[in-house]
């Protein structure tokens, strides 16, 4: 196989396409029908719109049809390079540089920005510097906040499923991608516009010789809607802690266990079985690789996480997130002060730092809160597509529901009159995506060189035990949240690996998305792959005040699992003290 069915086609006018940000996103395949129902119709063309309403380009400048503001090969989301570098041209104070570092940190093998004749254009830059205006001095951003409020509608709203036609349920997923739409055209300026304020910050900090402090006093900026869903785990764990009744179910596994507590009628359970509810009605939306409508949410597989807060329940009572915020926040505000003193003899500076810290804050804010409103519209039509996918298994048509997500969109509605013609296409693409799923996709692709077939595509490394460093070695990534710990390593590929990892351990993780949170408060420390100041992993970690550092190359390989390490969140150092 050199090909998928959903490749699209590079563009010679932004020619580079990577993997930075889009494996946080969307560490394993799209499925065809979430890539052509969910992002074709619904997020590519909002993006696209988001651009244009931030002031990076017009619409006269690129296509939507085929897409060049993403791109997809064996399944594999990509990220448009070419134009965040655009905007690093067009962007008063900008440069294309700094939005490599933004994207990619040190990561090696990055090309080289090539200048385009079309490139400069005052117009735009003219727009731009009113964004940026507006990015550094909002207090909200309404129209994020209204599409949030939407997603939560939709949600709120969705029809019995199980009542409806195989017709109707195709037309409710559908119904998603307009909404899709005005989701992501307001999440697209969010995330375009989050470096900004942190920008802003590291700049001041590093004028004053305090460079180091500048992730320190971004902490526990509060209202992280990703880091919430680890917090009501965290309550969870801790009603399961102290139950006798609850710990002894949960020691029996997590096979079965709802039925259990579902059975009892003690005050803990009853309590258990309101929180499971709420935690399910405001997050169950989330799980692994949730930008794509076929992957299973909390919803959907509810021992994903059940898996996650057996582990968290052991976790000792310091590591409350309440108790740690406190004290990142307390620290925060002392730091904030003493940088303030520092800089007091320039108005202009110290305004600048206070406006940087604003906006990171906000912004921060906005782009979980905007990321899960995202999230939770493919969701709903996740539920449909999966209702249906219920029924043709009982119909014999396939074996899985998750199946049925191995058509494209433009073939539901023949498939709904006769899915017995389908049957054969569905298997043969099913085993194809399986495939896909163990191979390592390209990190940049180009138009000058094209796509390696998926053919001549690595497979994915298991965990590695060869180790490629030595006692004494520090690894330099970079900074993603404040602290030092040292603890045992523990590669871990995916969240529901983790099901020995202790509460002292260290995770190294390739890239975190939001169905990790919950892991956060399960260990000591955490070091990813990829990433930078304003990853998930690094803003999660500072929310809930955990040592992260960002951006060590290949750390998954590198680091055996069982070493003993030190990490420090505010400089990036990772330090090998001894090997399994």
Known sequence: MDRWITDTQLSERFPYYTRANADEVGPDPFSP????????????????QGYVD?????????????PEVFGSWGGYFYNQLSLPRLMGCRMPGATPAAIDQAYFGDHPGVPEYQPHPDD?????????????????????????????????????????????????LVLRARQMAPI?????????????????????VQAMCDAVGRGQDAIKVMATVGNVESAESAVAMWDLSRLV??????????????????????????????????????????????????????SHSWFTAPELPLAMLERLRFQTNERSPYLVRAKHRE?????????????????????TFEAGLASASLFYSLRELGKSACIRVIHEAKLAMMQLGDRMVERGIIVDKQQVFMLLDDELDAFVLE????????????????????????????????????????????????????????????????????????????????????????????????????????????????????????????????PCVVSVVDATRRIPDGSTISIDGSTGLVAILSLP
């Open 54 to 66: 931030f002031g990076v380009l017009e619409h006269s400048e690129f296509a939507v049809d085929p």
């Open 120 to 168: 400069e254009n005052e117009t735009q830059s003219a727009k731009l510097a009113n964004t940026m205006a507006w990015v550094m001095s909002a207090t909200r951003f309404e129209q994020m906040e209204k599409c949030a409020e939407l997603s939560r509608q939709v949600a709120n709203d969705r029809p019995q499923l199980s009542s409806m036609s195989d017709a109707d």
């Open 331 to 351: 620290q925060r505000e002392m730091l904030v002060g003493e940088v303030l003193s520092l800089l007091e003899h320039d108005a202009q500076m110290s305004a």
């Open 241 to 294: 802690k102290e139950s006798t009744e609850l710990t002894a179910f949960f020691d029996g596994g997590v096979v079965g266990l709802l039925n259990k507590i579902q059975s009892s009628t003690t005050s803990e359970s009853e309590q258990f079985k309101k929180m499971w509810q709420d935690l399910l009605f405001l997050h169950g939306h989330r799980g692994l690789n949730e930008w794509d409508m076929r």
């Open 419 to 546: 899915p017995q013609i389908f049957t054969d296409i569905i298997i043969d693409r099913d085993a194809s995506f399986a495939e896909l799923a163990l191979l390592e996709p390209p990190y940049i692709v180009g138009y000058e060189q094209g796509v390696t077939p998926i053919s001549q595509w690595s497979r994915r490394n298991s965990l590695s035990s060869d180790a490629t460093v030595s006692v004494g070695d520090v690894l330099q990534g970079a900074a993603g949240a404040q602290g030092v710990v040292t603890g045992i390593a523990r590669v871990v590929l995916e969240p529901n690996d983790a099901c020995n990892i202790e509460a002292t351990d260290i995770m190294i993780a390739p890239t975190t998305d939001p169905s990790w949170t919950v892991l956060f408060l399960s260990v000591a420390g955490v070091v990813v792959n990829i990433g930078a100041v304003a990853s998930h992993a690094a803003i999660v970690s500072r929310e809930l005040g955990i």
């Open 180 to 200: 899709l739409y005005e989701v992501w055209t307001a999440y697209c300026q969010v995330a375009l516009g989050a470096s900004l304020g942190p920008g802003a």
């Open 33 to 48: 029908l979430g890539w052509s129902l969910g992002w074709i119709k619904g997020c590519i063309p909002g993006v696209a």
